[in-house]
T-cell receptor, first 114, second 113 residues
Framework: GAGVSQSPSNKVTEKGKDVELRCDPI?????LYWYRQSLGQGLEFLIY????????KSGLPSDRFSAERTGGSVSTLTIQRTQQEDSAVYLC????????????FGEGSWLTVV | EDQVTQSPEALRLQEGESSSLNCSYT??????LFWYRQDPGKGPEFLFT???AGEEKEKERLKATLTKKESFLHITAPKPEDSATYLC??????????????FGKGTLLTVNP
């Protein structure tokens, strides 16, 4: 596609439910990032995929969070047993990989846990 | 630990009043410094990448510069449509094939007509 596509754009879920957020990166991009942005806060790194390498999961805040990337393209971020503090915008980004290449962001998935 | 600090947190300017935003960083092995613009409810929009001290890049009313410790985003004769949050991020090598991108908290710029 022309840009990074994320879905859903908005999600309201009940506390304790599981949610899945999807990211479709720019075609051909080997690197994919997930970030979280809480209200009034900066972007918090969650996880990074680069080609077939083991992902950098160092930013995942708890074991309720997981992500996978199938076929080196689409990625899904899963949050199990959601809590109110999980409410945030989840941003996905992709790049051609490596050092210094431009990193493009999607519009984000707004998650509200009630 | 990699650190990125942006200042000021918020800046109000009158239309036409030039100013600068600062991004200071402490990292090991900078691979790139990125500037983004973020409008409310939108994802960050890429502006510039700087790779080495002394480098400068320009786009319309914006000019980004880089030293070994900090970067500046200079805004010349701003217009109300330049109002946004400006984000700075540093990219460092984090092992294997991985390059981590760490963001500052941003500067909220408001340009009044």
């Amino acid at each position: 596609g022309a840009g990074v596509s994320q879905s859903p754009s908005n999600k309201v879920t009940e506390k304790g439910k599981d949610v899945e957020l999807r990211c479709d990166p720019i075609s051909g991009h080997t690197a994919l990032y997930w970030y979280r942005q809480s209200l009034g806060q900066g972007l918090e790194f969650l996880i990074y995929f680069q080609g077939n390498s083991a992902p950098d999961k160092s930013g995942l805040p708890s074991d309720r969070f997981s992500a996978e990337r199938t076929g080196g393209s689409v990625s899904t971020l899963t949050i199990q047993r959601t809590q109110q503090e999980d409410s945030a915008v989840y941003l996905c980004a992709s790049s051609a990989g490596g050092s210094g290449n431009t990193i493009y962001f999607g519009e984000g998935s707004w998650l509200t846990v009630v | 630990e990699d650190q990125v600090t942006q200042s000021p947190e918020a800046l109000r300017l009158q239309e036409g009043e030039s100013s600068s935003l600062n991004c200071s960083y402490t990292v090991s092995g900078l691979r790139g410094l990125f500037w983004y613009r973020q409008d409310p409810g939108k994802g960050p929009e890429f502006l510039f990448t700087l790779y080495s001290a002394g480098e400068e890049k320009e786009k319309e009313r914006l000019k980004a510069t880089l030293t070994k410790k900090e970067s500046f985003l200079h805004i010349t004769a701003p217009k109300p449509e330049d109002s946004a949050t400006y984000l700075c991020a540093v990219q460092v090598y984090s092992g294997g094939s991985n390059y981590k991108l760490t963001f500052g908290k941003g500067t909220l710029l408001t340009v009044n007509p």
